[in-house]
């Protein structure tokens, strides 16, 4: 037994039954039992990320986040209901009509007319969320609905399983992705623990099959292959995650300096042609309409633990009496696009590390200003954030499940004294690690002048992380 780490074996032998209890026998109503599963499973990580410290330990946690994800294949989404629209859409498209085109309740009024239609019925029409909106999801996630789907038209359970070995494929190629930027950006290994441990990426991804998981398996992709100067397939890697969620088109900027403005117009023509190849199937005059439409609705409409978003529209109410929900949605989004913009143009270096840092910024002022941040949205903030000097996005991944207290009641009602209390204590945070970054950035400056001027050490390797003097 010496050779074995034994608080390591017991971290996870006991999130076994944890993550089974949490996925297999909770709803998301249950409010005190998914706080407790979820905290448990936390705490449980935090011991596993503490005792791997040498390369084997770390190894076999990074396999043990892996059977996670294995062990609830086979649970249905219960914390979730989007699950539904995912095989709606995907049987729209083995009956040959175009998601993007009809609403659900067109369709559902048009059944009689339709004759054999497979699996499309009344019934899966009630369990949609968003009965009166055209879909949102893009070209990657619509053929892993159809696939689905075309094995299982009949069965949403089967179809279910499915779509979840494909997100566990992009899991497993997320963490190996991640392993790898570890040695380009000369990062301990250990770092990719934060992603593939974390419960709220394990649980929301795969156990309630959310397709964040396929665009950051080819957002990290796109990085890897830029960071290691391979531009023009990054530029693919990036389209794919585009046409999983477009989220990553607004991080964009901050590649244009890195590659310079003549690559970056290649790049971006790249990333353009590939993303429009990828639509066309799906494309026409009143599908590019519905689409937009939908994106406006989604982000003008629909509100869910929202910090300044909500605060803004509280305020133009409060002093016009009147619901401010597209100001306050533009506001977000010039605010975020300007920070963005200004950051790409002024970042002080170009660095591997910077590069990470300023993508998270960028995510982090997006979900700060956004109408929306369901549980699953953080997913992508973990994995940027494993190899940045921030940890706030692993906090706020444990902070927000306290918003499921949302399902406790019938109609559904936000607390909003708790989501204001994790944005509190998310912000406060980012506001310590921010000091904390400025602090040590200032004093590896100090000692670099130091250095220069009293111990003639005017050049350092590109990857050392600070400036070494043997005598010093």
């Excluded at 409010?31 to 935090?46: A, C, D, E, H």
């Excluded at 002024?346 to 840092?357: A, G, I, N, Q, T």
């Amino acid at each position: 037994m010496r050779n074995w780490n034994l608080p390591l074996l017991i971290g996870l032998l006991a999130s076994v039954p944890m993550y089974i209890a949490l996925c297999y026998f909770t709803v998301r109503t249950d409010f005190y039992q998914v706080l407790f599963l979820y905290l448990g499973l936390f705490g449980l990580s935090y011991l596993i990320y503490q005792c791997a410290n040498s390369e084997k330990e770390v190894k076999l946690a990074a396999v043990g986040g892996i059977l996670f994800r294995v062990l609830i294949l086979f649970s249905f989404p219960n914390l979730s209901d989007d699950i539904y629209r995912f095989y709606w859409d995907g049987l729209l498209i083995i009956n040959d009509i175009a998601p993007f085109q009809y609403l659900p309740s067109e369709i559902l009024a048009a059944l009689p007319e339709m004759g054999n239609a497979q699996g499309i019925s009344p019934k899966l029409f009630s369990s949609l969320n968003s009965q009166e909106y055209y879909t949102i999801y893009p070209p990657v996630c619509q053929w892993i609905f159809a696939t689905a789907a075309s094995i299982f038209p009949q069965s949403i359970g089967g179809a279910t399983v499915v779509m979840k070995l494909f997100l566990l494929f992009f899991e497993i190629g997320s963490i190996l992705v991640l392993h790898a930027l570890s040695k380009v950006m000369d990062y301990d290994a250990k770092l990719t623990l934060l992603y593939a441990l974390n419960p709220l990426v394990i649980v929301e991804l795969v156990g309630n099959v959310h397709f964040e998981s396929a665009m950051i398996f080819f957002l990290l992709t796109g990085i890897y292959l830029l960071l290691k100067n391979k531009w023009k397939l990054s530029a693919l890697a990036i389209a794919f995650s585009i046409c999983s969620k477009l989220l990553p088109l607004m991080l964009l900027p901050f590649f244009i300096r890195r590659l310079g403005w003549k690559k970056s117009l290649m790049y971006f023509s790249i990333v353009g042609i590939a993303t429009l190849l990828m639509f066309a199937p799906f494309l026409n005059a009143s599908i590019v309409q519905n689409f937009a439409d939908s994106i406006g609705l989604y982000f003008g409409k629909f509100e869910f633990n929202a910090s300044a978003y909500h605060l803004i529209y509280k305020a133009g109410e409060w002093f016009t009496g009147e619901p401010f929900y597209a100001f306050a949605s533009r506001i977000g989004a010039i605010t975020t696009f300007l920070y963005i913009l200004f950051m790409a143009y002024r970042e002080p270096d170009l660095s591997h590390d910077s590069l990470l840092r300023q993508l998270v910024g960028a995510m982090g002022i997006y979900f700060l200003f956004t109408s929306t941040v369901h549980p699953w949205y953080l997913a992508t903030l973990v994995a940027l954030a494993a190899y940045s000097c921030f940890r706030f996005p692993m906090l706020w991944s444990a902070l927000i499940v306290f918003t499921y207290a949302t399902y406790m009641q019938q109609p559904y009602q936000q607390i909003f004294w708790i989501n204001g209390l994790e944005y509190i204590l998310v912000i406060a945070y980012l506001f310590y690690e921010n000091y904390q970054y400025l602090k040590h950035t200032a004093l590896r400056k100090l000692k670099r002048k130091h250095l220069e001027q009293e111990c003639g050490l005017n050049d350092t390797p590109a990857k050392s992380k600070a400036p070494v003097c043997s005598q010093c």
